[in-house]
């Protein structure tokens, strides 16, 4: 698959089948993942892949901290969110609307698939370590771009999933993840099933106009 092809190509999978991705291709995965540029070379990620029935069990932990605690999906803006960006979200809301309706799952599965990673038989869990600012979790960003491309370059599905980076004290704790160490992103990874109506969804893009200003 060429590049360009992975990057029109792939979309986030929210329903994955019952089917463990082999160990070989999971290696050959994060290999991959791991040729990604860093500043300086300083590579200062690191991943944790979880696999089977290690992910159900940190599903079942998340979902329980959620019951608890009520963190759900948002845009984490820390000023009034611009109407532009507000638009977007409500035109993801309308798209994924009527699939949600075929598929039986309310609006709530966002949040509740997330935190069980959509039943995906792998979990990569990107962390930073804390030596460094936020700022430099960009880097981790270049590696789990990386990641998404190669697993469709790979014939797998993925889905990014932020929300659990709520939840990061249960997911360094169950993983014995240094307790210094920041949880940047968690992805999701396995195989698409063909038939859930939630896998039709393409998230639509801004105009070019929009987004690139050329000077």
């Given at each position: 698959?060429?590049i360009?092809?992975?990057?029109?190509?792939?979309?986030?999978?929210?329903?994955?089948?019952?089917?463990?991705?082999?160990?070989?291709?999971?290696e050959?995965?994060?290999?991959?993942?791991?040729?990604?540029?860093s500043?300086?070379?300083?590579q200062?990620?690191?991943?944790?892949?979880?696999?089977?029935?290690?992910?159900?069990?940190?599903?079942?932990?998340?979902?329980?901290?959620?019951?608890?605690?009520?963190?759900?999906?948002?845009?984490?803006?820390?000023?009034?969110?611009p109407e532009?960006?507000?638009?977007?979200?409500?035109?993801?809301?309308?798209?994924?609307?009527p699939l949600?309706?075929?598929?039986?799952?309310?609006?709530?599965?966002?949040n509740?698939?997330?935190?069980?990673?959509?039943?995906?038989?792998?979990?990569?869990?990107?962390?930073l370590d804390?030596?460094?600012?936020?700022?430099?979790?960009?880097?981790?960003?270049?590696?789990?771009?990386?990641?998404?491309?190669?697993?469709?370059?790979?014939?797998?599905?993925?889905?990014?999933?932020?929300?659990?980076?709520?939840?990061?004290?249960?997911i360094?704790?169950?993983?014995?993840?240094?307790?210094?160490?920041?949880?940047?992103?968690?992805?999701?990874?396995?195989?698409?099933?063909?038939?859930?109506?939630?896998?039709?969804?393409?998230?639509?893009?801004?105009?070019?106009?929009?987004?690139?200003?050329?000077?």
């Open positions: 698959m060429q360009s092809e992975a990057i029109q190509s792939r979309r986030s999978c929210r329903v994955f089948m019952d089917q463990p991705v082999p160990q070989e291709t999971l050959r995965l994060m290999s991959l993942t791991c040729r990604a540029p500043a300086i070379n300083l200062p990620w690191q991943f944790t892949v979880v696999r089977e029935t290690e992910v159900a069990r940190l599903g079942k932990k998340l979902t329980r901290a959620y019951s608890e605690r009520g963190i759900s999906c948002g845009p984490d803006n820390t000023q009034p969110l532009v960006y507000m638009e977007r979200q409500k035109e993801l809301g309308r798209l994924m609307a949600m309706e075929k598929a039986g799952v309310d609006r709530n599965f966002i509740t698939g997330s935190l069980v990673f959509y039943g995906a038989p792998a979990v990569v869990v990107a962390t804390g030596a460094f600012p936020p700022e430099r979790a960009i880097d981790a960003g270049f590696a789990l771009g990386w990641l998404l491309l190669a697993a469709a370059d790979l014939g797998l599905a993925t889905c990014p999933i932020g929300l659990v980076c709520s939840y990061a004290d249960i360094k704790d169950f993983l014995n993840i240094d307790s210094t160490r920041r949880v940047v992103l968690t992805v999701a990874v396995g195989f698409a099933d063909p038939d859930s109506p939630l896998n039709r969804m393409r998230s639509p893009r801004a105009s070019m106009e929009q987004v690139v200003r050329w000077y």
